[in-house]
């Protein structure tokens, strides 16, 4: 399911109101038309949708939303989620991501060592292909980037990424390694 998929399936009000009725504790068709006015008719047909999307599931005690599955969807349509190649794919990992990286900015380096390693290691994959070769101008023009309105320096980003081998420098010729990638994979 695409981003505008997900939009799509929101974007139909009476789906909406059956979505809400039912994170709200509307357990059966009936209670939801009750709650939201709808017909029956109505009702129906935007839950069979919702229900086909996984957003919305039968358990033993009736109606409930998914809300593993509702999440992983507003993810997707988002798109703020750390893509599937970072490797770390947990929610830890995305709060860290979303509280120091906002519209493809840094917004500060963590002070944790940890969470700064996780951070700096986003940046490279964001930044840099594994194998091709930059010069140091063209690695601090990327890095800048990152950079603007935030705390952190370029200079100090490109030191971080040669310390913890997310770029190797030979001669002044910078390259992420392809082990890199493997390990982060």
Do not use: N
Not at 78 to 104: I, K, W
Not at 117 to 134: D, N, P
């Amino acid at each position: 399911m695409t981003a505008d998929d997900v939009v799509r399936l929101f974007a139909d009000e009476r789906r909406v109101r059956v979505f809400a009725a039912v994170a709200l504790g509307a357990t059966s068709a009936e209670e939801i038309a009750g709650r939201t006015g709808l017909a029956a008719r109505d009702t129906v047909g935007a839950l069979r949708r919702l229900e086909d999307q996984g957003v919305v599931v039968r358990g033993p005690d009736g109606l409930a939303v998914s809300y593993d599955r509702f999440r992983d969807l507003a993810r997707t349509a988002a798109g703020s989620g750390p893509s599937p190649d970072h490797g770390t794919g947990d929610e830890r990992a995305e709060t860290v991501l979303r509280t120091f990286v906002r519209e493809g900015r840094l917004v500060r380096l963590p002070a944790q060592w940890e969470r700064k390693k996780l951070v700096l290691r986003h940046l490279a994959e964001r930044s840099f292909e594994a194998g091709r070769e930059y010069s140091e101008r063209e690695v601090d023009d990327r890095l800048r980037t990152w950079c603007e309105g935030g705390e952190a320096d370029h200079v100090t980003l490109r030191r971080h990424l040669v310390d913890l081998h997310h770029l190797d420098r030979q001669d002044g010729v910078y390259r992420r390694s392809p082990e890199d990638t493997a390990l982060l994979g």
